[in-house]
């Protein structure tokens, strides 16, 4: 490994059930698909280091770093990632995330940034504030602005944390220390916990880590750009793609509105609601893309990334498949 690659590295966390540690195994696997060189960590619980020293899987890692129940959390992890900086430019990434290409641009692309999140420049009234009906006492009542003026922020961007890049240790500590401080006063905020959402069983860290950007002026990576997008979600009925994702493309609407209603459960509503956008010229303009990852964060179109993770875990524990990268046993 030359000495560039050396100063850039992944970083996973994993924690609680096996199959999580599988999540991150499969969406390593994925990436060594793509680059044979950066070093990747993981960042897990002592149940997990020891799966992954019973198994052999320890040798898909550079660096293995036991954390403690303080950190095994969506805060705990994202709100310290500055705990965390094992190389000198640091690419977090969720576990749901498969990748799909040779990240060597998406690297140079993130090297002018000292910490940034994968973003768009503003947050939609949405963003963690609550869902259906409640959003109109906010809408109403003018919240979200309060909430800017009670903090002294002038804008407020939404983040994906799927993926965060750090290369600067104060800054992303100065960023982390200011996120825990807006979480800790949500009540003065017109943010809702996430615990109060169904199947939701850990408080979100993003609308305070957008808030911490504003405040220091902070740049979000541009979360969907169409061939050159970091990470894009997965839509079963918007991606091409084979059993194994080697081979995967993405509809990419250009319009952000019409693109915006991929979330959507019914697709009769979702194929409605395009068409119906769609009269206007230029609204159902779309691209096929490839983007460096693809991201299953959606509850109800998980099912495919399970079923990958599954297998992958389960063949590389039982050796029916073999990695390239695997570093030689001592």
Known sequence: MNNTRHKEGYVYVSYGKEKYLGHVIASVYSLRRYDRSRPVAIVCDKGHVELLHQTGLDRLFEVIHEIGPEHCSIVGFKHHTYRFLFFEKNLFL???????KNPDRLWESLAPYPFTITGHLKADIFFGAPKGWAILKIILLGKRKKTLKTFGLKYLSRVQSGVMYSRDYDLTKKVSEQASMYLRNIDKTHFQS???????NMESCEWSLAMAMS????????WMIGQESAQLDFISNYTEYNDDFTQVRCKFYTDAFVYSLRGLKQRWLQSLLTKMAGLSPGKSDYMMVTPYCLHF????????????ADKIYEDLKNGKIAHPILKQAP
């Open 94 to 100: 969720d576990s749901d995330i498969i990748w799909c």
């Open 194 to 200: 996430r615990l109060k959402e169904s199947g939701r």
């Open 215 to 222: 405040k220091m002026n902070l740049p979000v990576y541009p």
């Open 297 to 308: 964060g959606w509850l109800h179109e998980k099912q495919p990334f399970l079923d990958f």
